[in-house]
């Protein structure tokens, strides 16, 4: 059977760059599990793979769609599908990458995606409510409906909430329900990284400093230009928001930084629910007692005897 290599953890423990390296050692390809990649144009607030690192190592799921276009969960199931049969096909190795809990474990587990068409109209409504400061309000309309999607969603995951309750009244029943899980097409290794909280803070205060000098206000500013509004989903991630803000004369940019700095560390803590240490299905790395080299060699042996 095919395999597939999975890599997963919080934002700044080092995924993208050890897949990178695993990729190259062991003849693979890489299949993004970001929610926020899928997106054109939005290269330096969602760390993106760089054109050179895109060159030495085939992506997939990047730059899919515009940040004014709608991309469902199951349309990425579908796309991660179709990119890692394409790559067992040729023989290679697929890496599934990121920090996108819903998407990493769509795959994984094949969950099985309520076919339940988007309500515009109603969708609307509660995207207005919530931009009024009713987003607490459909959070706690959701964990009274479906208690156990409620403990899956992020409570500032908006989008998420809104599509929950939108399934609740289109199907007249739990998305939690609804959704179900099947076997994948191929095994599956999965590895995570991680580290002290503090050490993931440093690391990623590091990351958000570089990509203010990369250009991060500029890269907003130029969306912004091309008519790509404050109220889409896409434009709602972690950076753009507050960058929005200070392009408007809402936020020092300092402020901006610094909140874009605390709401990374906030996601780091929420992709630990999503991943969880104690997961017997995960090898998990300390990144502070193994250096990438060591981790490197042993997957590779790993790989190799296995093969």
Do not use: C
């Not at 050490?199 to 958000?208: G, K, M, S, W």
């Not at 408007?248 to 992709?271: I, S, W």
């Not at 995960?282 to 190799?304: C, H, N, P, T, V």
Request: charged share 30%; proline share 4%.
């Amino acid at each position: 059977m095919n395999r597939l290599l999975a890599v997963v953890g919080p934002t700044g423990a080092g995924k993208s760059r050890l897949a990178l390296r695993l990729a190259k050692a062991l003849d693979g390809e890489i299949v993004s599990a970001d929610s926020r990649q899928v997106y054109r144009h939005m290269n330096i607030g969602t760390a993106k793979p760089t054109t050179e690192e895109q060159a030495l190592v085939p992506h997939h799921l990047i730059d899919v769609v515009n940040p004014d276009e709608d991309f469902s969960l199951a349309q990425y199931q579908q796309l991660a599908y179709k990119a890692i049969e394409d790559i067992h096909r040729r023989h290679k190795l697929a890496l599934l990458v990121g920090g996108s809990g819903l998407y990493v474990w769509s795959v994984l587990e094949a969950w099985k995606i309520p076919a339940v068409a988007p309500d515009p109209e109603f969708r609307r409504h509660l995207e207005t409510k919530a931009a009024g400061g009713g987003e607490d309000e459909l959070y706690q309309e959701l964990a009274r409906l479906d208690p156990v999607a409620a403990q899956r969603i992020d409570p500032r995951n908006v989008r998420r909430t809104i599509r929950a309750l939108e399934v609740h009244r289109s199907a007249e029943l739990p998305i939690s329900r609804l959704q179900g899980k099947a076997v994948p097409s191929f095994n599956t290794l999965i590895i995570g990284l991680t580290a002290e909280r503090q050490e993931l803070y440093r690391r990623i205060d590091l990351r958000v400093d570089e990509m203010i000098k990369r250009g991060l206000v500029d890269e907003v500013k130029h969306l912004m230009e091309r008519g790509y509004n404050a109220s889409l989903p896409a434009m709602s991630g972690i950076g753009y928001k507050q960058i929005i803000l200070f392009l408007k004369g809402e936020m020092p940019l300092a402020d901006a930084v610094q909140q874009t700095k605390f709401e990374t560390h906030r996601l780091a803590r929420h992709q630990y629910s999503w991943f969880r240490l104690k997961d017997v299905r995960i090898g998990w790395f300390d990144i502070q007692k193994e250096k990438e080299a060591k981790i490197l060699a042993r997957l590779k042996k790993s790989y190799q005897e296995q093969a």
